[in-house]
Each structure stands twice: as structure tokens, then as C-alpha cells.
């Protein structure tokens, strides 16, 4: 009986792994998924089998992670000051700023220098002799039509706007690829973790075999069943850090850091609570996200496109001033100057450009539109993950793990006493590694769900 107990205490207190590799890569709508047959699974087991505390104590406290935002937002602040894409987004609104007031100044105006002689085209011919020479000097200015100027600085300031809201979206893609990374890398480092441990617990399982074939109550083939499931890890080991080393490059490239620096640690993660309903998430989405206050100040610079094509009907105006002086027998000349382009060819130009600006006004409000559902969508499919993670990790933590610790203990006990086979020991014990590993898998899809819902309504924890 104290023997049974021992080996009971020993299994719980090793920290095993999952050995089915799941690829990083995959989406979050597919994990999911394949979650939705665990729920229903594990909401029978928990149905019919009443849990003891002293399990879920051991449950909770394998799976127990500590906080670590501040070394997180230390590395989201960083990629953000040395993005090339968000530097270059930044620098792109900037400029545009600059825009408005260009658009809203009158066109420079003309200098002109005049001569004028008489009967030679010697200079200072006919200077004595006649009044119509003259050395004169003029200026002249264009005025555009009534209320393009205006119109003018309104487009150039929608045209500030939607590169504003562009480099608030560079801002927060960067961010979310930088937390999704993050997560991503946590995961494997769990998952090695438990690796390691369960290659120890095999070694212990092997050994038992070992004694139990010595002593002529064990199969040879056990052995080579253990042997074979060591490789399996170590081929799994090498694939979970080939992942990682790639991740590692990726987020050394956000960061602007060198490839050859040092990897960056990472640090435990605890679960982030965001309580939101689907109202709230409409809402969210429709005032926070970036990508559509872009189409809706894009929309409204078409309509003030659509605006300045109507005033291309009135004409635009020159206004001239110029001196002339004469010889110094006769009286200098002052001449005003008011000219117009008149639009005599608007049914080539003009009425064609409103045509235009109408489509164009009409392409933006439908991107507005696509852009809207697509927020919605995205932000609704986001929270469905996050949902789905959290009842996942529950039932994990709550019930399949413990319930499978009790399994292996029990194993683990009759293998000892010869009343199971080692096949069963060695399933009870792949069984409770993979939920380990299955649950710090659905807690790096939670958290990553939650980043891309804060991509699109911002952070409102």
C-alpha cells in the first residue's frame, strides 16, 4: 500500500508533455474546432464522475502561471519605436500634415520684366523720339474660382487623416504580431519543459520494465515500446525548437534587433480577463478600430473631391498690375490686367471629372461598408476564440487533468502488481501530458484571440 502511494506521489509530482505536435501556425477558428469534441467530452466525464479537491488542487497548481505584462509591454514599446513599418507609416502622416496649408495658399505670382521700342530693335530705340516706347515692370496673380481653396485644404486634410489612422494601424498590427509571437514562444517553451520531464518519467517506467522482465514478469517487447517513445520526444524536441529559433528571428526583426543577439526571455503568462458582450463589441469595433476610421476619412476626402470637381464649372481668374515708363518727355504708362479660363470645354473635362469623382465618392462608402462587416466579423470570430479557449483551459484544469492523474496513479499501481499491461501504463501516461500540453496550448490561444480583438477595439482592460 505505501509503495502504491509513493509511485501515486511521484507521478504527480512530474510535470509532463504533450507528444501529438501541434504547428504553431495554425488558426485560431481550427483550434477551436478541434476543441468543440474535448468540451463535449469532458462535459460527460465531468457529469458522471464526481472530482475530489485533493485533484483539483494537483490540477490547478501544474498549470498555476504568473503574470508577466510589463516585460511584455516593455517589448511591444520597443518594437514600436524601431518598426521599419511603423517609422515609415509615422513619417507618411507627418508629411502629409504638411499638405493643407500648401493646398489652401493662392499660386505664386508672376514677375515680368517688359521692353518696348520704336522704329529699331536696338534697346532705348525711339526713347527721345516717341511715346509708345517703354521699359515697364508687372506683377500678376491667379485666383482660383470661389471655394476651391477651401475645398482644396479640406481634401488635403482628409488625405492627413487617413494617413494618420494608416500608422495607428501599422501601430497595432506591430503589436499583434509582437503578443502573438510572445504567446507562441511561451507555448514551446512549456511544451520543452514538459518534454524534458516526461522523457525523465519514461526513464522511470523503463527502468520498472526492465526489473519486471528481469524477474521474468515483464515482456521484452515493454522495453522496446519505451525505447521507442524516447525517440518519439527527441524528434519532437528538435521540431518544437526548430519552431522557436524561427520565432525568435521573427520577433528579433520586429524589435530591430540583430539575428545573432541574444534570445530574448520569456517570461510566464497569466490569463487575461476581457469582459465584453456582442453589443459592446459592435460598438467597440465601429468607434476603435483603425483600418475603418481610414475608409471613412477616405469616403469623406471623396466627397469633398466630388465637391471641388462641381466648382471646376466657374472659371478661375488672373489678376495683373504693371508701370511703364516712357521718355522723359512723355507721361509713364499704368496698365490693370483681369483675366478668366472660362471651362468652354467642359463637356471633355469638367463633366467627366464630376463623373469620376462620383465613382470614386461611391468605390469609398463600399470599401467603408466591406471594411465595417469585415471589423465586425473578425472582432465577433476573435471573440468566439477567446470564449472557447476559456471554457477549454476549465475543463482542462478542472477536469480531464486531474481525472488523468488519477488514471496514471491507478496505472501505474496495477502495473506494478502485474494487473495491467505496460500498454496501458504507457497510455495513461501520453494521455496526461498531452492534456498538460493541450491546455497551455489553449491558454497561448487565448491570449493571442485577445490580442487580435485588441487590434481591432483597442486595449480596454
Known amino acids: 500500500m505505501s509503495s502504491t502511494r509513493a509511485d501515486a506521489a511521484a507521478l504527480r509530482s512530474i510535470a509532463a508533455g504533450r507528444l501529438e505536435f501541434v504547428k504553431p501556425s495554425a488558426s485560431i477558428r481550427r483550434i477551436a474546432a478541434r476543441n468543440v469534441i474535448a468540451i463535449v467530452i469532458a462535459g460527460t466525464i465531468l457529469a458522471g464522475i464526481p472530482l475530489s479537491g485533493n485533484a483539483r488542487d494537483i490540477g490547478a497548481q501544474a498549470i498555476e502561471t504568473p503574470a508577466s505584462s510589463d516585460q511584455l509591454r516593455a517589448l511591444v514599446d520597443e518594437a514600436l519605436s524601431h518598426s521599419p513599418v511603423v517609422l515609415s507609416a509615422r513619417s507618411h502622416w507627418q508629411a502629409q500634415t504638411k499638405v493643407p496649408i500648401q493646398a489652401a495658399t493662392l499660386p505664386d505670382p508672376e514677375v ?250 461611391e468605390s469609398a462608402r463600399e470599401q467603408t461598408q466591406a471594411t465595417q462587416l469585415q471589423v465586425s466579423s473578425d472582432a465577433e470570430s476573435s471573440l468566439v476564440a477567446m470564449r472557447t479557449a476559456e471554457r477549454i483551459m476549465s475543463i482542462y484544469r478542472d477536469g480531464l487533468i486531474p481525472q488523468a492523474e488519477s488514471s496514471q496513479a491507478s496505472a501505474m499501481a496495477a502495473y506494478r502488481v502485474g494487473k495491467v499491461d505496460f500498454q496501458t501504463l504507457l497510455s495513461s501516461v501520453l494521455d496526461l501530458q498531452n492534456l498538460r500540453q493541450e491546455y497551455y496550448r489553449s491558454l497561448a490561444d487565448h491570449e493571442i484571440a485577445i490580442a487580435k480583438l485588441q487590434q481591432v477595439i483597442g486595449d480596454r482592460r
Open 112 to 361: 515680368s520684366l517688359q521692353h518696348f521700342t520704336v522704329g529699331s530693335p536696338q534697346p532705348f530705340s525711339g526713347y527721345e523720339s516717341s511715346d509708345f516706347y517703354y521699359t515697364g515692370f508687372g506683377v500678376s496673380q491667379d485666383v482660383p474660382g470661389p471655394g476651391k481653396l477651401r475645398l482644396q485644404r479640406s481634401e488635403a486634410e482628409k488625405d492627413a487623416e487617413f494617413a494618420k489612422h494608416r500608422y495607428e494601424a501599422a501601430e497595432r498590427e506591430v503589436e499583434e504580431k509582437v503578443k502573438e509571437i510572445y504567446f507562441e514562444l511561451f507555448y514551446h517553451r512549456e511544451t520543452l519543459t514538459i518534454l524534458d520531464r516526461n522523457q525523465d518519467e519514461l526513464q522511470q517506467i523503463q527502468q520498472i520494465a526492465e526489473t519486471r522482465y528481469r524477474v521474468g514478469q515483464g515482456l521484452q517487447q515493454d522495453l522496446i515500446k519505451a525505447q521507442l517513445q524516447t525517440t518519439e520526444i527527441l524528434k519532437e524536441h528538435a521540431m518544437h525548437h526548430q519552431e522557436e529559433d524561427q520565432e525568435q528571428l521573427e520577433l528579433k526583426q520586429l524589435l530591430g534587433r540583430d539575428p545573432d543577439s541574444r534570445n530574448i526571455e520569456i517570461a510566464d503568462i497569466e490569463v487575461t480577463h476581457l469582459q465584453l458582450d456582442s453589443s459592446q463589441l459592435a460598438e467597440l469595433a465601429g468607434s476603435g478600430s483603425p483600418d475603418l476610421a481610414a475608409d471613412r476619412a477616405m469616403e469623406a476626402r471623396s466627397a469633398e473631391a466630388l465637391k471641388l470637381a462641381h466648382q471646376g464649372y466657374w472659371p478661375d481668374f488672373t489678376v495683373g498690375y504693371s508701370y511703364e515708363k516712357t521718355g522723359s518727355g512723355f507721361r509713364d504708362y499704368y496698365m490693370l490686367n483681369l483675366g478668366a479660363k472660362v471651362p468652354l470645354y467642359f463637356w471633355r473635362k469638367q463633366t467627366p471629372a464630376i463623373e469620376q469623382a462620383a465613382l470614386e465618392a
